[in-house]
């Protein structure tokens, strides 16, 4: 099975100047946890629920003004819509993330989350595997 075959097809982005609260918005209007960044089609970050948590309204940023920008994860790990459901788990798993964006061509054509890992009867075991490592104490690797 195929990062293509699970992975979430229907996308929200920002752009980095766009603010926190419309990313925030945007994650309680489509009830996700994560919205890649992009400028124009090419992928430049992530921002999660926990960024906006931890960088941002846990040091009293003003959020109408604060940019994605400035709580975004630069460069975040990716993957290609052909690699495999156990290739996925497995960075997952190594990178302790629970989200991964998929790009082709530089463009992001889709996200595969735990939770997709989880939906599959095949690929249920591994997103077992990749929670548990996930979910393992270490350094948060923003």
């Known amino acids: 099975m195929k990062a ?7 996308l929200v982005s ?5 603010t926190v609260e419309r990313a925030a918005i945007l994650m309680k209007e489509y009830n996700i946890g994560s919205i890649p960044v992009c400028s124009g089609d090419r992928l430049v970050g992530i921002v999660t629920d926990r960024d906006i948590t931890l960088r941002a309204v846990s040091s009293g940023a003003d959020t109408t003004h604060e940019t994605v920008n400035s709580v ?3 460069n975040p790990v990716t993957a290609s819509p052909d690699m495999s459901v156990e290739d996925i ?12 964006p998929i790009v082709e061509n530089e463009r992001v054509v889709g996200i595969v989350a735990l939770g997709d890992l989880a939906t599959e009867p095949k690929a249920d075991e591994k997103a077992g595997h990749s929670l548990s490592d996930i979910s393992q104490p270490g350094n948060s690797g923003f």
């Open 72 to 74: 975004m994860t630069n």
């Open 89 to 100: 788990s497995r960075i997952m798993s190594q990178q302790q993330i629970r989200r991964i």
């Open 14 to 18: 920002v752009a980095p100047n766009d």
């Open 4 to 10: 293509r075959d699970i992975m979430s097809k229907s």
